[in-house]
């Protein structure tokens, strides 16, 4: 009995493998399937400021601006019509329609433990953080290197640029 539930609270700390993600981009269906996601990330600008009465010769630092790196997806070539049309709405040197700025959801997911009611399901798990990442839209197209002397997959980049950064969880 103490056997068991030593397993059990130890299965409860067990880190989350990072090979189990899914990527959905809110009113695109047909979203390609990535083997990478890469630049979640959120920092705040520091501001120095100190009055010249001030009794300390140190500056006080204050909050200032949130900014955020640039997300980027690889994926394996893909005929997925509809993603391709995003990235080229928001690649092209004819913008008609302006930038279509989309959410976009990176969800962990936790394939080790079954999936509570209250967390979203998948068919491998259960989600186990989300990250929203909103008016996203793609700044940079990068296509696959091309080399007919090797047998890898071509693999397509895209570089999406963000507003704002929640995680809900």
Not at 74 to 97: A, H, L
Request: hydrophobic share 40%; proline share 4%.
């Amino acid at each position: 009995m103490a056997d068991e539930q030593t397993q059990n609270s130890v299965s409860l700390y067990y880190p989350l493998t990072k090979m189990n993600f899914l990527v959905t981009v809110d009113s695109v269906s047909g979203v390609a399937a990535f083997n990478e996601v890469t630049g979640i990330d959120a920092s705040v600008d520091i501001i120095e400021f100190r009055q010249g009465n001030a009794n300390s010769l140190a500056p006080v630092k204050i909050q200032g601006l949130v900014k955020h790196g640039n997300l980027t997806l690889k994926m394996g070539y893909t005929r997925s019509q509809p993603f391709k049309d995003w990235i080229n709405e928001c690649v092209s040197e004819r913008r008609e329609k302006g930038t279509q700025r989309h959410n976009v959801t990176i969800e962990l997911i936790d394939i080790t433990t079954g999936a509570p009611s209250s967390i979203v399901t998948t068919t491998t798990g259960a989600t186990a953080v989300i990250w929203i990442l909103q008016d996203a839209w793609v700044s940079k197209y990068t296509g696959p290197d091309l080399n007919a002397s090797t047998s890898e997959v071509a693999i397509e980049s895209v570089e999406i640029a963000y507003e704002e950064l929640t995680i809900p969880n």
